[in-house]
């Protein structure tokens, strides 16, 4: 049973992240790697990481300022809210 919590807050930890770069992307436009480091302190390599994981969602695109959300991005950004009440009253029902 602990092994299962500690996957729950491992995931949760990178939806939360993913989520927190995203909203700086639609915020503050086009951010590089080092930009997004710096905003948020999160190790560079770990910002790569959810950019990587963000894109391959289709919720990013690449461009010569740095990566900017897509159209679906902002569509997941809008519609998360909802998601997250969702999630957040099946985990009181447990």
Not at 45 to 67: D, E
Not at 75 to 90: G, H, P, T
């Amino acid at each position: 049973m602990v092994l299962i919590i500690k996957n729950v807050k491992r995931e949760l930890h990178l939806m939360e992240r993913h989520v927190r770069i995203m909203r700086l992307l639609a915020e503050q436009g086009p951010l590089g790697i080092l930009k997004l480091s710096k905003i948020t302190e999160i190790p560079s390599q770990q910002v790569r990481y959810s950019l990587r994981i963000i894109q391959q969602c289709g919720f990013l695109q690449p461009t010569t300022k740095g990566a900017e959300l897509s159209a679906a991005g902002y569509k997941f950004l809008k519609d998360f809210a909802i998601e997250k009440r969702k999630l957040a009253e099946k985990i009181s029902r447990i």
